[in-house]
């Protein structure tokens, strides 16, 4: 599942687990091939779904077998279904029909949609819309951007690339307080919530510290120090602390925080202006589909029928923890009334283990990006 969730409110994208996502997509594709889920076995899906409705039955059989049996919720499946029988269908359908598509064969996307022309994980087979974009109430996020699309130069630290004395001024003081207190405490595993697998402990014997993560180092402070500008999987533990601690521990961030502010500020509202950025950042694509979620169904456009969709304002919000979370208002040139999305800059795999990566979340006021609301 992908793209947005969408509601006049901001709604959160949030992590969605394998059984989530591939039992609303399959409950979904039973309800466009007008099957019904009560005798369904995941391990036997031809059983159910006849070849000639999939352009690849094999293919779709196999997928269905590898990714949804493993994690089969007969329940969540079967509300899907339902959902799309009793709603979806008769809307998508009504829709087909005033844009002059007929619909009777399907694909699943199963875990490999990276077609840039379908945002779609039932898709359509034969059509000019590309199908339906499925979401349950949380999702995996809106977009993954690049740091280029963000006008950012690519490779390394982001943080550390565009505000190299604050970022070193912040990593330096979270190991600083770190390594002081593992040697207050000798033996002692410090980290943050899982120190079990991620820590820093002292050897008063050694007067070595084991720093601990995916691999460890071993050394002396002078040795961690010198070793601490390039992220690595055994900084892990460092970053687990200063996020366990962010309420109190904060005022390290903050010069590092401003000055990321103000630049990435300037950065992305001038890449973002220029033409058709501002509607890639927010996943459009060339071929229309459906998005549907537990309380809306939507038609999305192609990209080529948003030519007008233009960035408004960009503007720093607020960090949370070590994530920089940035407002992109984007709409119509010349309308006064603007969608808004949260573009988050944060380190995703744990502060200090690897670099930043960007991802765009909580869509507000989807209807002025020309998304058109069915139900």
Known sequence: MRLYEIENTPLNEGGKSDAVRYNSEIGLLLAFCNRS????????????????????????????????????????????YDYGINT???LVVT?????????????????????????????FVGSTISGVSVKEKSG???NNPSPKDLGLEVGGDAFLRYARPEYLQWKQGVFTQVLQLA???????????????YYIIYDPKTKQFTCKGKNQKVGTSQDIMASMEKNDKWQRAFGDWFVVNFSSQKHLMDPLIEEIAK???????????????????????????????????????SIDDVAN?????????????????????????????????????????????QNPTARVQSLKNAQFLSWEELA
């Open 183 to 197: 040697k207050k405490n000798p033996g002692t595993k410090i980290g943050g919530k899982d120190s079990e697998n």
């Open 140 to 142: 995996i996020t809106l």
């Open 309 to 353: 969709l233009t960035l408004k304002d960009v503007y720093f919000a607020a960090p949370d923890g070590a994530t920089m979370k940035f407002i992109a208002e984007i709409g119509m040139k010349d309308s006064m009334e603007n969608a808004q999305v949260e573009i988050h800059v944060r380190y995703a795999n744990g502060i200090f283990e």
């Open 88 to 90: 979806v269908r008769g």
């Open 37 to 80: 889920p009560e005798k369904f076995d995941p391990n036997k899906p031809e059983k159910t779904i006849p070849p000639a409705m999939l352009f690849k039955p094999e293919r779709t059989y196999d997928d269905i077998r590898t990714l949804l049996a493993p994690n089969y919720n007969p329940e969540l499946l079967t509300r899907w």
């Open 263 to 301: 630049t990435f500020t300037r950065i992305m509202k001038a890449h973002l202006s220029q033409g058709g950025t501002a509607a890639k950042l927010v996943k459009f694509v060339k071929r229309p589909f459906f998005y549907v979620n537990p309380s809306h169904v939507y038609y999305v456009p």
């Open 95 to 123: 829709k087909l029909q005033e844009l002059g598509e007929v619909v009777d064969q399907f694909n699943w996307a199963g875990g490999a949609n990276i077609n840039p022309e379908t945002s779609a994980d039932v898709e």
